[in-house]
C-alpha cells in the first residue's frame, strides 16, 4: 500500500530531551516536507527536501532540524524541545513530476507534547 | 506571498442536504494549483480534490465538487447529499506552478469545521 508514515504517533517529552520523530514514504517521492499544526494557525511548513541530500528552510525552522540521507526517509529532529515545540506534526511526500503534478499526502500525524 | 483565507470558522448541514464551503486566495501568479484536504476526527489529511489554475472546467470527485473563479480568486467546495462521514475539518490549500520556479509549499488556510447533522 502506498503510504507516508511516521513514528511515533504520540508523544511526552520533557524540554531538552532531544528527540526523533521519524518519516518514511514508500512511493519514490523526491519531495518532503513536514508541517506543524497550530489550533487558530493552521499548517505551516517546518522543512523541506527536494531531494537526497537537498533540504531548505520552510516559513518556521526555528528549533527544528532534518536530514535527507535517503530518498524514502526524512527524520525530524528536535535537539532541545521547548514547549512551545508542542504541537500536531505533519510529514508529506509528493512527486516531482515534470510540470503539472505534485499532490502532496501526508502521513497519520505525530502528536507531541513538551513539558 | 501568497495567502488563503476561509471566512467560515464553522458550518453544519442535514445529511443528504447540499453545503458550500468558501475559500478565497490571494496571487500574483497565473499558474498554480488548488486544493481541498479534510481532516477528520482521526487528524488524517485526506486529499479530497484539486484544481489547476490553467483548467477552465471545475473539477468533480463523487459527490465534491469545486466553483473555481480565477478573476476572483475564489474557490469554493459544494459537497452534495451530504453524509455524516463528512463531518470533519475542511482546508483550503494553494500550491505555486513548478514550471515557473514556484515552490512545493502548501499554503493552508485556517480551516473550516463542518458538522453533519442526522
Known amino acids: 500500500e502506498a503510504q507516508v508514515t511516521q513514528n511515533p504517533r504520540y508523544l511526552i517529552t520533557v524540554t531538552g530531551k532531544k528527540l526523533t520523530v521519524t518519516c518514511s514514504q514508500n512511493m519514490n517521492h523526491e519531495y518532503m516536507s513536514w508541517y506543524r499544526q497550530d489550533p487558530g494557525l493552521g499548517l505551516r511548513q517546518i522543512y523541506y527536501s527536494m531531494n537526497v541530500e537537498v533540504t531548505d528552510k520552510g516559513d518556521v525552522p526555528e528549533g527544528y532540524k532534518v536530514s535527507r540521507k535517503e530518498k524514502r526517509n526524512f527524520p525530524l529532529i528536535l535537539e532541545s524541545p521547548s514547549p512551545n515545540q508542542t504541537s500536531l506534526y505533519f510529514c508529506?511526500?509528493?512527486?516531482?513530476?515534470?510540470?503539472?503534478?505534485?499532490?502532496?499526502?501526508f502521513g497519520p500525524g505525530t502528536r507531541l507534547l513538551v513539558l | 506571498a501568497q495567502t488563503v483565507t476561509q471566512s467560515q470558522p464553522e458550518m453544519s448541514v442535514q445529511e443528504a442536504e447540499t453545503v458550500t464551503l468558501s475559500c478565497t486566495y490571494d496571487t500574483s501568479e497565473s499558474d498554480y494549483y488548488l486544493f481541498w484536504y479534510k481532516q477528520p476526527p482521526s487528524r488524517q489529511m485526506i486529499l479530497v480534490i484539486r484544481q489547476e489554475a490553467y483548467k477552465q472546467q471545475n473539477a468533480t470527485e463523487n459527490r465534491f465538487s469545486v466553483n473555481f473563479q480565477k478573476a476572483a480568486k475564489s474557490f469554493s467546495l459544494k459537497i452534495s447529499d451530504s453524509q455524516l462521514g463528512d463531518a470533519a475539518m475542511y482546508f483550503c490549500a494553494y500550491r505555486s506552478d513548478l514550471t515557473q520556479g514556484g515552490s512545493e509549499k502548501l499554503v493552508f488556510g485556517k480551516g473550516t469545521k463542518l458538522t453533519v447533522n442526522p
Open positions: 508529506a511526500s509528493s512527486p516531482r513530476l515534470a510540470g503539472r503534478k505534485g499532490t502532496q499526502y
